[in-house]
Nanobody, 124 residues
């Protein structure tokens, strides 16, 4: 069982930055950030394969967001720069503790553990 605790959300203006954190209680194979805006489906934002450090991003956030992992603290981060109003959503940390053969780690259905979410609001 892996527990995930997110922090770091808040309100910023367009062009601002935020850093989200997700502390994990156990070992994982993949970790990711998803987001869900009101009335929309949850979408993958960024993910990372723990063993290799390889990552993937949704096209809408590429070159603006950076996912990273502090192995010593077992903590996942999402650095969000150049934020836009369309980035407004509840952001969720996700993890899975088993290896998966997948074409991308941004698949919602591959994750077993979820955090409680942290709200990000970007105003124009």
């Amino acid at each position: 069982q892996v527990q995930l605790v997110e922090s770091g959300g808040g309100s910023v203006q367009t062009g601002g930055s935020l850093r989200l954190s997700c502390a994990a209680s156990g070992d994982t194979y993949y970790m990711a950030w998803f987001r869900q805006a009101p009335g929309k489906e949850r979408e993958g934002v960024a993910c990372i394969y723990i063993k290799s450090g390889s990552s993937a991003y949704a096209p809408s956030v590429k070159n603006r967001f950076t996912i990273s992992l502090d192995n010593a603290k077992n903590t996942l981060y999402l650095q969000m720069n150049s934020l836009k109003p369309e980035d407004t959503a509840m952001y969720y940390c996700a993890a899975v503790d088993q290896w998966r053969y997948v074409s991308t780690c941004l698949l919602f259905g591959m994750y077993k553990y979820w955090g409680q979410g942290t709200q990000v609001t970007v105003s124009s």
